[in-house]
């Protein structure tokens, strides 16, 4: 093999996309400095010439004229920017920081990030402790739409909210699939780029079950087992009493890998099937035999996305799940449910997560993984006291489109005395920046599939130099971070004595140069030049599709080393899960108000949330619709391309509606990421509305152990606005 061509320079640049954790192969043409096109990299030996839409459209996010290039500051209302320089930028910001720290209020200082910040390593190694440098302890970011009740119940079974755990794709013969859509998704909190391939190799030799309350892509595809939304939980806890009823389960076996399970059995005795059965809609000898197939299934492992987190018991079902798999004996077992391959050496052992402290100062609720939930910024901006969020630094992120808060939220970003965008977008969001700061495309810096190293299927390795020079004024983050600190008298873009100490000896390494070493110490490393067949960026700049990686040591297996329990025991109890299972069985009795119906959201495989609406060839085929059950339609005189309106108690936005038997009967469905106007000429033109607005705001509207917002199963009411012609 031979690298790559340099940066800018003519022919074909193998790298990879930075889009989701897919992380898969790219091969993108350079002609005359700029990207022609983007194609699936098929000597990708992990993606094996896969790519979906969105990655090998990306060049268009690159060199989309609507692009921001040069440094903005705001010249009056939201929206009005000029062009500044970066010395002009950054001395103000740095100065208004300096001002706002002078006062002595270190919750002053807040910070937001989102996609596709996430999977960058400059930015997901550095914003935090930048922000931590700065004095500032209040890190908010999209967790609290997504992840949050993931890694809540992760902290509880296995002692940290990471690494999180995913099926044995290759070995897998039952799998059941609960909140997730894979086969647009790709695959949540895991590397899978070939998922739909992986799939169909469970499939030919077992089973694919997917539960969910539209028929999904990937329902279409398998077997379908429809459920009533927001109801998972109940099938989690009515699965387990059946295991447990019918002696389908070993409790010497599970004694010897957990604590607790005494107490959680206990719990789900109170349980009735019958209730869980007319909650869910799946009869209860169905439930009872879903349980009994699962269990006898040799190599069977379930697994959840992140629809099964949004709900009002997001965590106890991403506990659950994690439950079954463990009394059902799947952790470690080939087929079952595992932690991904580690490259790094300092994710070799179990990650040092946290969960509680510090607690937002509105609502008193939890930090999961050091981020705050967003629901209660807003109410932290605007609400006086000591404390108060006065400068927000947001990298990437759009949470007018993709988190609550409506028109609270526009007020609470007016009302900051300094707000600085990171993006490379005027979005709804950032129109209220004071400066939006532009920042490069995964094809304009240098990276490695950092995200992925935790998430790996297969052992995998790659490292990609930038495929063209950044656009315009373009800054990596990293860089500006720099810049910022340097003006502020910082040594680095941190305060931490260690790093400090290595600045001022002129030894402080880049992100990407950090990751080089934890790599080269890590169980595939070269260990700077002592293992001769060992891994660095050096030489992965030889292999510039990747490298699978065959040779870890027998260890690196061992899935009971990746339990952060100082017992190395899962637990399969905990305080919380005994006080969101009461909360559950309290409403056992109340019924339902069937006047009202359950919001769900989607994904569509051409979006990515709301950043890449801009480009015409993804958004052009794309058609936002409110799906509804054709019963529920017909009881509103509702037909589809019909204007509807979806009221909740914090709002109402008009849709168009599709009726669709896809949907359950009591549930309607639409995307979030859509209502646009800003600086983005295409994304204004499309259809669809802010489906946000009907979001409350503040931690009346979370799910109190997480901090989670109710996206997913709002009760609302949907009512005709205006027909068309048909």
């Not at 320089?85 to 989102?114: F, K, T």
């Not at 969960?355 to 605007?382: C, E, Q, T, W």
């Not at 402080?508 to 700077?528: K, V």
């Not at 600086?679 to 109190?704: F, H, K, S, Y």
């Amino acid at each position: 093999m031979t690298r790559n061509p340099d940066t800018g320079c003519d022919g074909d640049h193998a790298t990879f996309c930075r889009i989701c954790e897919a992380h898969c192969g790219l091969v993108a043409r350079v002609k005359d400095g700029r990207i022609e096109s983007i194609a699936p990299d098929k000597d990708n030996p992990l993606s094996r010439g896969h790519a979906c839409v969105k990655g090998v459209n990306m060049h268009r996010v690159t060199h989309d004229p609507d692009r921001v290039r040069a440094p903005l500051k705001r010249a009056g209302a939201p929206g009005e920017f000029v062009e500044v320089s970066w010395d002009d930028a950054l001395d103000d910001i740095a100065q208004r920081i300096a001002d706002i720290q002078a006062a002595g209020d270190a919750g002053a200082i807040a910070s937001y990030y989102g996609n596709p910040t996430a999977f960058s390593s400059d930015c997901v190694m550095t914003f935090l402790d930048f922000m931590r440098g700065l004095g500032s302890h209040k890190p908010y970011g999209a967790g609290s739409q997504d992840t949050n009740a993931r890694m809540v119940a992760t902290n509880i079974l296995h002692g940290a909210p990471f690494p999180v755990t995913f099926p044995d794709f290759a070995h897998c013969e039952f799998l059941i699939i609960m909140g997730a859509n894979p086969l647009v998704s790709n695959g949540w909190l895991m590397c899978t780029p070939r998922i739909r391939h992986d799939l169909d190799g469970v499939a030919a030799k077992g089973r694919v079950i997917v539960v969910d309350p539209r028929r999904t892509e990937t329902a279409s595809r398998y077997e379908h087992v429809p459920i009533e939304a927001d109801s998972d939980v109940w099938l989690l806890l009515a699965m387990l009493k059946a295991m447990a009823e019918d002696g389908l389960l070993n409790d010497a076996e599970i004694a010897k890998i957990s604590n607790g399970w005494s107490d959680l059995l206990a719990a789900v005795t109170r349980i009735d099937l019958e209730t869980a059965a007319a909650r869910t809609g799946i009869a209860a000898d169905a439930i009872r035999r879903l349980a009994a197939d699962f269990c006898r299934a040799p190599r069977a492992a379930i697994y959840g996305g992140l629809g099964l987190c949004r709900g009002r018991y997001g965590m106890l079902g991403a506990f659950l799940l994690g439950a079954i798999n463990a009394v059902t004996l799947r952790y470690g077992a080939p087929g079952g449910t595992r932690f991904g391959q580690q490259m790094l050496a300092s994710t070799a052992k179990p990650f040092s997560g946290s969960y509680g402290a510090p607690f937002s100062r509105i609502g008193n609720l939890p930090s999961i993984g050091g981020k705050m939930p967003f629901a209660v910024l807003p109410g932290d901006i605007l609400e006086p006291g000591e404390g108060r969020v006065r400068a927000l630094f947001m990298s990437s992120g759009n949470p007018l489109l993709s988190a609550p808060g409506g028109e609270m939220l526009e007020r609470a970003l007016a009302a900051l005395d300094l707000f600085v965008s990171f993006d490379f977008y005027r979005n709804e969001t950032n129109a209220f920046a004071d400066y939006i700061l532009p920042t490069t495309t995964f094809l304009e810096r240098g990276d490695w599939p950092f995200v992925a190293f935790g998430e790996l299927q297969s052992p995998f390795l790659q490292y990609s130099e930038a495929v063209v020079h950044p656009q315009g004024e373009s800054r990596d983050e990293y860089q500006i971070y720099c810049e910022i600190a340097r003006r502020l008298g910082m040594a680095a873009p941190t305060a931490s004595p260690e790093k400090i100490a290595l600045a001022q000896a002129g030894h402080l390494p880049s992100p990407r140069d950090q990751i080089d070493a934890m790599l080269r110490e890590g169980p595939a490393g070269d260990r700077f030049g002592a293992r001769e067949d060992g891994w660095s960026r050096e030489r992965l700049l030889d292999f510039p599709h990747g490298v699978m990686v065959d040779d870890l040591p027998d260890d690196a297996h061992e899935w009971r080393l990746r339990i952060s329990h100082d017992d190395g025991l899962l637990r399969l109890w905990d305080p919380l899960i005994g006080e969101e299972i009461a909360r559950l069985v309290a409403e056992m009795s109340a019924p339902r108000d069937t006047s009202t119906l359950r919001l769900i959201g989607r994904r569509d495989i051409r979006s990515m949330n709301s950043w890449m609406h801009n480009v015409d060839k993804l958004v052009r085929s794309q058609r936002p619709v409110l799906l509804v059950h054709p019963t529920d339609a017909e009881a509103r005189s509702i037909v589809s391309g019909d204007i509807v309106r979806v009221r909740s108690p914090n709002g109402a936005v008009a849709f168009e509606a599709e009726v669709s038997p896809d949907i359950m009967r009591g549930t309607i469905c639409y995307p979030h990421g859509w209502g646009h106007g800003a600086g983005w000429d295409r994304a204004n033109r499309t259809a669809g509305g802010n489906m946000n607005i009907l979001l409350g705001v503040g931690p009346e509207w979370t799910e109190r152990s997480t901090g989670m917002t109710l996206i997913d199963c709002l009760d609302v009411e949907l009512s005709l606005v205006a027909e068309t012609a048909h």
